[in-house]
């Protein structure tokens, strides 16, 4: 039995944020993720122009169906960003330059671009005026995250109650340094009732020890866990291409933008997910399949 993780920006060398990846690459990239315990995947693209982005969406749709291993390991797409929080630290490795403003029109393009199959799509509440777009979405069937943003209690409510429904990679996305209480963390815990959670466990993105108070309060039936991978997932260190921008990895296999301190996705691999969730967290098998299937 294998796993499913909602949100793969890449591996084994494919990017699938770049508007130049081949269906070779893809299918090496699937045919690893297979190899690593992975039943399927929700292919994940981060910020970009809205043409840009649904021109990368149509291209995947396309490889699906000419390759039936990428249509049986590609189930559906991810869409983070670009209608996030632009400001130094929330923005994480997105390109704060494409950026824009969270519009029905514009999402209604992403979603035509994904042929039906963009299940999810992180925003930052603060930039959806109205929470308009969450509600489309929402009334699309279409899961919608917050991440990569910084909205007051006031507002996060406010999208909750327009359908806004997850929280993407808790305790990321948000500066290095924050207040210690009135914070985006503080505030999504505090609604941890009306929320899903998806976490990275790889020890970088949260300390094994953070992660364990975490899930204490959300509780493992709200707690998704995902690999996060980039291209660089099975490469090992160095220095690579993602999303037309260079980015680092350590001996560690920790992902950054040169002279960053934010992560920049990680590196971290399927089997390493259930390896992390049973000797760090005590997880039994049933509780890992709770959160990463």
């Known amino acids: 039995m294998g796993y499913f993780d909602i949100q793969v920006n890449g591996y084994l060398g494919a990017d699938f944020c770049s508007s130049e990846l081949t269906l070779e690459e893809m299918h090496k990239a699937c045919e690893g993720m297979k190899a690593d315990g992975l039943t399927g995947i929700l292919a994940t693209l981060i910020t970009d122009h809205v043409d840009s982005l649904a021109s990368k969406l149509r291209r995947m749709v396309q490889f699906r169906e000419e390759d039936a291993l990428v249509a049986e390991m590609i189930q559906g797409f991810h869409v983070e960003g670009p209608f996030l929080n632009a400001l130094p630290g929330y923005i994480g490795a997105h390109p704060p330059e494409c950026v824009c403003p969270a519009t029905p029109d514009d999402a209604a393009r992403i979603v035509e671009a994904g042929n039906g199959l963009v299940r999810l799509l992180t925003l930052a509440p603060e930039n959806d005026a109205n929470f308009a777009t969450t509600r489309f979405l929402a009334e699309q069937g279409i899961t919608v995250s917050a991440g990569h943003c910084d909205p007051d209690l006031e507002t996060l409510q406010g999208a909750i109650d327009a359908g806004l429904s997850m929280i993407t990679h808790l305790g990321n996305g948000c500066p290095v340094d924050l207040p210690r209480h009135e914070n985006f963390i503080q505030r999504t815990l505090s609604l ?55 980015v680092e990895i350590d001996d560690a296999g920790v992902a950054r933008r040169p002279g960053s301190p934010n992560l920049a996705g990680s590196t971290i691999r399927a089997h390493q997910v259930v390896k992390n969730l049973k000797e760090s967290l005590g997880f039994s098998n049933e509780e890992v399949r709770q959160v990463f299937d």
């Open 192 to 246: 941890a009732e009306h929320l899903w959670f998806g976490f990275i466990p790889d020890g970088a993105h949260v300390p094994f020890f953070a992660l364990k108070n975490y899930l204490k309060i959300c509780g493992l039936d709200r707690a998704i866990m995902t690999t996060d991978a980039i291209l660089a997932a099975g490469l090992g260190p160095g220095t690579y291409e993602l999303s037309g921008a260079p």
